[in-house]
């Protein structure tokens, strides 16, 4: 069992920049995918980011402004977000998975309870 717990969230100015993380129990931190994933107001959730011992891997629409990293040494996943938009806004969700991920939910076994995000114009 893995629980995910996303910190670092709250509101900011266009262009401005934000830096989520997530702390991951467990002892096998390391073999876990991490991704993350977002839910803007009356949409889907979807994928934003993930990082596997397969490379990194990014939604287009965040490709160059962030950045997915992690930190195994503390089980920790970090999503540094520049140069945001207004339509960056959303709930933000942490995900692991024991194998590879995905862009897809179905991919990740683990979820956290997700973060507010909010981007002012």
């Known amino acids: 069992q893995v629980q995910l717990v996303e910190s670092g969230g709250g509101l900011v100015q266009a262009g401005g920049s934000l830096r989520l993380v997530c702390a991951a129990s467990?002892?096998?931190?390391?073999?876990?995918?991490m991704g993350w994933f977002r839910q803007g107001p009356g949409k889907e959730r979807e994928f934003i980011a993930s990082?596997?011992?397969?490379?990194?891997y990014y939604a287009e629409s965040v490709k160059g402004r962030f950045t997915i990293s992690r930190d195994n040494s503390k089980n920790t996943v970090s999503l540094q977000m520049n140069s945001m938009k207004p339509e960056d806004t959303a709930d933000y969700y942490c995900?692991?998975?024991?194998?590879?991920?995905?862009?897809?939910?179905?991919?990740?076994?683990?979820w956290g309870q997700g973060i507010q995000v909010t981007v002012s114009s």
């Open positions: 995900a692991a998975d024991s194998s590879l991920g995905g862009r897809r939910l179905v991919d990740w076994d683990y």
């Open positions: 467990g002892r096998t931190f390391s073999n876990y995918a």
């Open positions: 990082v596997a011992w397969t490379g990194t």
